[in-house]
């Protein structure tokens, strides 16, 4: 059984940073992808970011590339999200999600192990 457990959310004024953990056990961490995922408020779950099993490739939704980080620490069995730049635009809960595979393209049909979710709100 994959347990995915995100840390680090909160709330935070617009131009400020966040940074999101998640630490995951149960698989051979280092075997699969892994991405990022939010939900605001009355809205479907979208794809943020997400990085191949061994952290040599990072996709971004457009929305986020330029101002998220995406990386893992296969040792530590932990994926990030550095956040910076943050706008009001990014308020909603971010999951944490494990990949069937070792790559993605950011498909959420990719993502087979969930996290509960961890609230960010940003204001303006």
């Known amino acids: 059984q994959v347990q995915l457990l995100e840390s680090g959310g909160g709330s935070v004024q617009a131009g400020g940073s966040l940074t999101l953990s998640c630490v995951a056990s149960?698989?051979?961490?280092?075997?699969?992808?892994m991405g990022w995922l939010r939900q605001a408020p009355g809205k479907e779950r979208v794809f943020v970011s997400g990085?191949?099993?061994?952290?040599?490739?990072?996709t971004y939704a457009d929305s986020v590339k330029g101002r998220f980080t995406v990386s893992r620490d296969n040792a530590k069995n932990t994926l990030y999200l550095q956040m910076n730049s943050l706008k009001p635009e990014d308020t909603a809960v971010y999951y944490c999600?494990?990949?069937?595979?070792?790559?993605?393209?950011?498909?959420?049909?990719?993502?087979?192990?969930w996290g509960q979710g961890i609230q960010v709100t940003v204001s303006s």
């Open positions: 149960g698989r051979t961490f280092s075997s699969y992808a």
């Open positions: 990085i191949s099993w061994s952290g040599g490739t990072a």
């Open positions: 999600a494990g990949a069937r595979g070792p790559f993605t393209t950011g498909g959420l049909d990719e993502y087979i192990h």
